[in-house]
């Protein structure tokens, strides 16, 4: 799967989506609209958030599941929330 | 390896640490008293005759005077600190000094010790065992090796119970080291 560009390759501001089209009946809506939060972050802590979820949200399971110490994935949901923080900011 | 060596506290659950620190702690206990070794502060050790529950209570002192300045500092960085996390780091990165005692076996360091201060007037400085010079030179640079295996342990560990990065940290750390020792070398030397 490709990864989606959050930001600009150029000056590295923040991207917006500018054309979302159906695949179906080819409509193409255009417009600026900013990407969620959570698609700005890179694909690792979006993926550690979706097993964050699928875990029901316990830190020691995810522990165990991904074979790391709890502080150490504690410690990574501090650092993801930090960044969420400073892109809602 | 390099996990295992280094930074075993980002990857193994603190039940198995806690049991691999406290088999180590009481195994390191019991060769410092085979080998007339003693731990007397979180970085000195002297060669001793001892029983094995002064062996033991003075690993028990080091270990409380690190947890205890180590939590108060990582508390500090991070409020979400979790002692048992401090725990095993302390006991865990502590592994590395019990090696030191086995070159005493047969009390080699502290017989070449005592030669040398023997021979330490300046008309008998010459006249020195060479041998005995180069056993201490030998423990010395491992020891140099083991201090820097022991302190890289107990930083990763500290960083990782506290999230803790960056210069302030280390500077916190440090502080934290220092106030141990000596609270350990105090103890140990009043109450022993």
Request: glycine content about 4%.
């Amino acid at each position: 799967m490709k990864k989606l560009p959050v930001n600009c390759p150029s000056c590295e501001s923040p991207l917006v989506a500018s054309q979302l089209s159906c695949s179906e009946c080819e409509t193409v809506i255009s417009g600026s609209y900013s990407l969620p939060v959570l698609l700005q972050l890179s694909k690792e802590d979006q993926d550690f958030i979706f097993e964050f979820i699928l875990t029901s949200g316990s830190l020691k399971k995810m522990a165990a599941k991904m074979e790391k110490s709890y502080p150490t994935v504690r410690n990574k949901l501090d650092d993801i929330l930090e960044k969420i923080n400073n892109l809602k900011n | 390896m390099k996990t295992l060596l280094f930074k075993p506290f980002e990857k193994y659950s603190e039940q198995k640490l806690l049991i691999v620190g406290v088999i180590a702690t009481l195994i390191g206990a019991l060769v410092a008293y085979v080998l007339n070794c003693r731990f007397v502060g979180v970085f000195q050790m002297i060669f001793d005759d001892n029983t094995i529950i002064q062996s033991l209570i003075d690993n028990i002192i080091i270990m409380c005077c690190l947890i205890t300045f180590l939590f108060i500092s990582a508390k500090f960085i991070y409020k979400k600190t979790r002692l048992i996390d401090i725990i095993v780091t302390t006991l865990v990165a502590f592994i590395p000094f019990y090696i030191l005692p086995i070159f005493n076996i047969n009390n080699t360091l502290k017989i070449a010790h005592d030669n040398i201060l023997m021979h330490s007037p300046p008309e008998l400085v010459d006249q020195i065992p060479m041998i005995n010079l180069m056993i201490l030179i030998v423990f010395g640079l491992f020891t140099l090796l083991i201090l820097v295996w022991v302190i890289s342990l107990l930083y990763n560990g500290f960083k990782t119970a506290a999230n803790a990065k960056g210069v302030k940290a280390m500077v916190i750390f440090g502080i934290a080291l220092v106030l141990a020792d000596i609270a350990s070398r105090y103890l140990i030397f009043h109450l022993n």
